[in-house]
């Protein structure tokens, strides 16, 4: 499963950062969000036991969702995260070094990026994708002026302070997708409560694209 594969089956262009998720609790919540149309999921390595939620989530739903690891910030990292059978690695910064990593190891790669020179550094260390973070801070129009210089394959995503209220105003400003943290789980949130949130996101992202 490869995020090619999501978008072009139409998926909706959306990771769930789940920050915090414990393995008790993990596959209650990916169900949830695949249940509600989520297929990308992310668990960020600073979470409770990252490696056993991802492996666990992996093994459920890996056939269907791509399962993986955010704040991956170290080679280390991104070798445990493959070898738990994650699919995609997310980062919050730009090591050309991690990144070339992932790449090797046939990974699906969004790393963080906020400056155009960031965003080369890792599209020259292997990335085809890239993510805007903290992207509220910067806004749409940050994304479109980013964008006109780029590759034009390379796709942006926007992650920090995104949500269902404006999915339609990063896709418009020329993002390829979002990841949503807090807007669709915080830690203790139960999965009814993260489905209702994800079935909202869904429907803002399918009204956004008309």
């Not at 999501?6 to 414990?22: E, M, S, T």
């Not at 493959?82 to 699919?87: I, P």
């Not at 919050?92 to 969004?110: K, M, S, W």
């Not at 940050?142 to 590759?151: E, F, G, I, Q, S």
Request: charge should be negative; charged fraction near 20%; hydrophobic fraction near 50%.
């Amino acid at each position: 499963m490869i995020l090619d594969d999501l978008l072009a089956d139409g998926a909706p262009p959306i990771a769930a950062i789940l920050r915090g998720v414990k393995p008790e609790e993990a596959l209650d919540i990916a169900a949830a969000l695949v249940e509600a149309g989520i297929r990308v999921i992310e668990v960020p390595f600073n979470s409770p036991e990252p490696l056993v939620s991802i492996a666990a989530m992996q093994n459920a739903f890996g056939d269907r969702a791509l399962i993986g690891g955010g704040t991956v910030l170290t080679i280390q990292a991104v070798e445990a995260l493959a070898g738990a059978g994650g699919r995609i690695m997310v980062t919050p910064n730009t090591v050309p070094d991690v990144i070339a990593r992932g790449a090797e190891l046939g990974l699906d790669l969004l790393p963080g990026f906020m400056t155009p020179s960031e965003a080369f550094r890792a599209v020259e260390a292997g990335a085809r994708r890239v993510k805007l973070f903290p992207a509220a801070q910067l806004g749409p129009a940050y994304v479109k002026a980013v964008k006109d210089v780029l590759p034009k394959h390379v796709g942006v995503w926007a992650v920090g302070g995104t949500g269902a209220d404006t999915i339609g105003d990063w896709l418009a400003g020329g993002c390829e997708g979002i990841g949503v943290g807090g807007a669709l789980y915080r830690p203790g949130d139960d999965a009814l409560t993260v489905r209702e949130r994800a079935v909202d996101l869904v429907t803002a992202w399918q009204r956004a694209k008309g």
